[in-house]
């Protein structure tokens, strides 16, 4: 029986997580590999200057259409006053730091989870630098992306420096969005008649 096995039996929850409901997804996911197809759907509208408006509701996921929420998730983007905004809304490059955020934070607690780690506290700070000339066409040479995001992660779990140290490195290569943010990921735009 490995750590994973004995973590999942033997706690209810850890973390905030059902051990019970892990332990059976884990268990459909290995005999039906097809019900880890997902599909995430974010729909946005142009207000005004940089303002827009993204709603999110619907998804596909373990096999089916999902219907468990019953209103769309809103989240304004807008812009400082510096890059001609109002502050309507934090602007899409920190929206990019929160869903990395909330990512590494949620696959950090389930991996901890698994191995039977129970965290105590977990905070994160990012932080990533942007040439605008990229993004204004100033420079062709200047990318308009960060060109490298910082992630310090305070952390306080019962377990080793050791255990802890293996635990954040292999969260990246886990988190979806660290993953997709750290890979050329194809980004097809379409014009829609």
Same mark, same amino acid.
């Given at each position: 029986?490995?750590?994973?096995?004995? @973590?999942?039996?033997?706690?209810?929850?850890?973390?905030?997580? /059902?051990?019970?409901?892990?332990?059976? #997804?884990?268990?459909?996911?290995?005999?039906?590999? =097809?019900?880890?197809?997902?599909?995430?759907?974010? +729909?946005?509208?142009?207000?005004?200057?940089?303002?827009?408006?993204?709603?999110?509701? /619907? $998804?596909?996921?373990?096999?089916?259409?999902?219907?468990? +929420?019953?209103?769309?998730?809103? $989240?304004?983007?807008?812009?400082?006053?510096?890059?001609?905004?109002?502050?309507?809304?934090?602007?899409?490059?920190? $929206?990019?730091? *929160?869903?990395?955020?909330? !990512?590494? #934070?949620?696959?950090?607690?389930?991996?901890?989870?698994? +191995?039977?780690? @129970?965290? $105590?506290?977990?905070?994160?700070?990012?932080?990533? =630098?942007?040439?605008?000339?990229?993004?204004?066409?100033?420079?062709?040479?200047?990318?308009?992306?960060?060109?490298?995001?910082?992630?310090?992660?305070?952390?306080?779990?019962? !377990?080793? /420096?050791?255990?802890?140290?293996?635990?954040?490195?292999?969260?990246?290569? *886990?988190?979806?969005? !660290?993953?997709?943010? !750290?890979?050329?990921?194809?980004?097809?735009?379409?014009?829609?008649?």
């Amino acid at each position: 029986m490995t750590m994973h096995d004995k @973590t999942m039996r033997a706690a209810p929850t850890v973390n905030g997580l /059902d051990m019970q409901a892990a332990t059976a #997804t884990i268990a459909a996911l290995k005999a039906n590999p =097809e019900l880890a197809q997902f599909q995430f759907r974010a +729909r946005n509208k142009w207000i005004d200057g940089g303002v827009n408006i993204s709603t999110i509701r /619907d $998804f596909y996921g373990a096999g089916r259409e999902d219907d468990s +929420r019953a209103t769309d998730f809103t $989240f304004t983007n807008g812009e400082p006053p510096v890059l001609l905004g109002n502050n309507e809304g934090a602007n899409p490059v920190e $929206f990019l730091l *929160h869903a990395l955020a909330g !990512c590494v #934070t949620t696959t950090t607690v389930l991996h901890a989870a698994a +191995r039977g780690i @129970t965290i $105590f506290e977990l905070s994160t700070e990012l932080e990533g =630098e942007i040439d605008v000339q990229g993004l204004l066409g100033l420079d062709d040479s200047v990318s308009p992306g960060y060109r490298e995001i910082r992630i310090k992660m305070h952390i306080e779990a019962d !377990c080793s /420096d050791e255990d802890l140290d293996e635990l954040l490195a292999f969260t990246p290569a *886990h988190s979806p969005v !660290c993953t997709t943010v !750290c890979r050329p990921v194809p980004v097809k735009v379409e014009r829609v008649r």
